[in-house]
């Protein structure tokens, strides 16, 4: 048989295979997801995500001197708030002396070159788990705006290297930035959680911080997944209200919006590789269904390929080790 073209040459061993890999996975590409919880000593595995841990301030230092080590440059915090400063107004959430706040020294602290990165919303600090503040069944958006500018620029007073928005309220990309510079935190980034929609696939993570809506869902706010072109509007705008970096949340059902955004916009893209995405993983691979590890890199990988630059994963310690 005469061929003119042989595609499979390109394939034909490892070698050549890697070669001309169009994408590839670095320790730098990823932002671990840290839960933190009060106390001391505390190690906390999460129900429903396998091997993932909320810690206490102290272990959460060793974790973030490990991953350092292993390369990685950025984590994302997220604090499990007590029961008892929940409220309807958010004010922990601007505690300077919160677990937030604490957290965010001692880290910086203890390990000054890992990028800290914080999330902004007040879902850990509402009585009704939502992420802003409520009013006869409805989330205002201007007054919860004005109490992430308060969030934010507690999180910069505290160190925080990039503050994100992970709330969907309108405005308050620009709202956050103007206040940070009112306020002389000129080199504090934000990474706006810009396409973020509402999601089945967050139930984990709500089991982590106990933070599920009391009422309703998250739909007035976080976007509809039967939507692509708004993703794109809710990029373009945060962009111009300064956003640095802007994400797509989550990530593998919206592999088409990962790459819409990222040619869309002249920022770095980061994606989500949520809760729901690592548990499924885990969930298959216990039952010996699939193979774990070429699970994580098979996804990895295709949310890179998607357009990601940046991608937020619970698998990120896992990935780096399997490629290194
Ligand atoms: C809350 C927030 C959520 C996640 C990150 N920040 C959940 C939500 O919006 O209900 C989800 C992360 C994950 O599922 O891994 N503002």
Request: proline share 4%.
């Given at each position: 048989m005469y061929l003119q073209k042989r595609n499979r040459i390109l394939r034909s061993n490892a070698s050549i295979r890697s070669l001309v890999a169009e994408t590839t996975l670095t320790p730098n590409d990823f932002i671990v997801p840290l839960f933190i919880e009060e106390g001391e000593n505390k190690r906390t595995e999460i129900a429903s995500m396998?091997?993932?841990?909320?810690?206490?301030?102290?272990?959460?230092?060793?974790?973030?001197?490990?991953?350092?080590?292993?390369?990685?440059k950025s984590i994302l915090l997220f604090v499990k708030a007590k029961d008892e400063t929940k409220d309807n107004t958010g004010k922990e959430a601007w505690n300077k002396n919160g677990l937030m706040q604490e957290s965010i020294k001692a880290i910086k602290q203890?390990?000054?070159?890992?990028?800290?990165?914080?999330?902004?919303?007040?879902?850990?600090?509402?009585?009704?788990?939502?992420?802003?503040?409520v009013k006869d069944g409805e989330i205002l958006n201007d007054e919860t705006v004005e109490a992430l500018v308060k969030m934010s620029i507690s999180h910069a007073a505290a160190g925080a290297d990039f503050v994100a928005p992970s709330d969907m309220m309108d405005g308050r990309i620009?709202?956050?930035?103007?206040?940070?510079?009112?306020?002389?935190?000129?080199?504090v980034g934000i990474m706006a959680y810009s396409a973020k929609y509402a999601s089945c696939f967050y139930g984990p993570f709500r089991d982590a911080l106990d933070s599920a809506p009391g009422f309703g869902d998250k739909k007035t706010y976080q976007m509809s997944y039967a939507n692509r072109i708004?993703?794109?509007?809710?990029?373009?705008?945060?962009?111009?209200e300064g956003a640095d970096i802007?994400?797509?949340?989550?990530?593998?059902?919206?592999?088409?919006i990962i790459?819409?955004?990222?040619?869309a916009v002249q920022v770095p893209v980061s994606a989500y590789n949520i809760s729901g995405e690592y548990a499924m993983i885990k969930a298959?691979?216990?039952m010996g269904w699939i193979d774990?590890?070429?699970a994580i890199l098979e996804t990895l990988t295709s949310i890179k390929r998607a357009g990601a630059d940046l991608i937020a994963t619970y698998f990120a310690k896992d990935a780096v080790k399997l490629i290194s």
């Open positions: 396998p091997n993932y841990f909320r810690m206490s301030i102290d272990n959460t230092i060793k974790e973030v001197k490990e991953l350092y080590g292993l390369g990685i203890a390990c000054p070159e890992m990028l800290v990165m914080t999330d902004v919303a007040l879902d850990p600090y509402s009585i009704y788990g939502h992420d802003g503040i620009g709202a956050i930035r103007k206040g940070l510079e009112e306020n002389n935190y000129t080199n708004e993703a794109i509007k809710e990029s373009l705008i945060d962009v111009e802007v994400m797509v949340k989550p990530a593998l059902s919206y592999l088409d790459r819409e955004v990222k040619n298959a691979a216990k774990e590890n070429k």
